[in-house]
């Protein structure tokens, strides 16, 4: 990549704000350096960070290559991990962090919502002699840090990222805190059947369909929606969706319920019962399809 060549890089062109809210950045621990991965559930990645002294060479040298902190293979399934543990950069690109820009990884937290996936990185002066002790020391007052570095660049985010201007998770701003600080922990619990209700409700499928899809009788169709209802506090089945979606029951990043596609690709053609259920699920998404 030539000098020419050298993209829009977002964080420098914003420098001045992300130096200022750096600022912040907790002295227990001795952080430095913090990094801000979304991902957005189009797969589009915006990246804010302080580390300004590496950022034209991530690019020009194509480090970015080497970096896979935000990659789903590494965050999938988890709230945080430990980069003693967890080899989220090529070990190439770890020398190269360490010793020509002396940052020293800590660990990354992960926060879903159904619209994006939060990455957040923890960078101190020194390496953490113990990254198990380092975590569970700073990582009340770095959420802390973290949902304050959202609040303040969240215009720079949709101002790059318009198509999300009307996110919910851009726009409000204690879904976001929640989302960002207990780690979904205060969601009510959902059993697994009343998950696939509610995902079915949000694909448009009535009582008596997700009866004939879940080989269910109606009536325990209609008891599991009124568990739904308690349980995210609403009055009918769209503000239940509602409800899903903004608590990540419902979206991109809920890795619980994988969706229609994985559901029929994932069958066995060779159980009759499986074969049996994909059929129904096929010919209910095509009756659906006509009906539009």
């Known amino acids: 990549m030539s000098a020419c060549s050298i993209p829009r890089i977002v964080s420098i062109v914003h420098q001045n704000e992300i130096e ?4 912040g950045l907790p002295k227990e621990g001795g952080l430095k350096y913090f990094v801000c991965y979304v991902i957005f559930n189009n797969a589009q990645t915006f990246v804010l960070s302080n580390m300004f002294h590496m950022l034209i060479p991530y690019y020009t040298e194509q480090y970015y290559k080497q970096d896979f902190s935000f990659r ?46 939060f990455v957040f990185g923890c960078i101190p002066k020194e390496k953490p002699s113990n990254f198990d002790d380092f975590y569970q020391m700073t ?18 985010i949709k101002l790059h990222n318009p198509s999300y201007n009307q996110a919910i998770i851009l726009n409000d ?42 080989s269910e009788k109606v009536t325990n169709i209609n008891f599991f929606r009124n568990q ?41 053609v060779t159980n009759e019962d499986d074969q049996e259920y994909r059929e129904k699920i096929s010919s209910l998404l095509l009756l659906n399809e006509k009906s539009r």
């Open 20 to 23: 200022m809210i750096c600022k």
């Open 72 to 117: 789903r293979e590494i965050t999938s399934d988890v709230n945080y991990y430990l980069c003693d543990r967890v080899k989220n950069v090529s070990a190439e690109f770890s020398d190269i962090l360490e010793s020509k820009f002396k940052i020293n990884r800590a660990f990354y937290i992960v926060r879903n919502s159904p619209e994006c996936q």
């Open 139 to 156: 990582l009340e007052k770095f959420e802390n840090f973290c949902v304050e570095f959202v609040d303040r660049t969240v215009d720079i």
């Open 173 to 214: 701003k204690t879904y976001r805190k929640s989302i960002i600080k207990t780690k979904g922990s205060n969601r009510p619990q959902l059993t697994r059947v009343e998950m696939d209700v509610l995902n079915w409700t949000a694909y448009g499928k009535s009582a008596q369909e997700i009866a004939q899809i879940m």
């Open 228 to 268: 739904l209802k308690k349980k995210l506090n609403t009055y009918n089945m769209p503000h239940a969706v509602f409800e899903g979606i903004r608590q990540g029951y419902i979206g991109a990043f809920n890795s619980a319920w994988r969706g229609i596609d994985y559901v029929l690709s994932n069958l066995s």
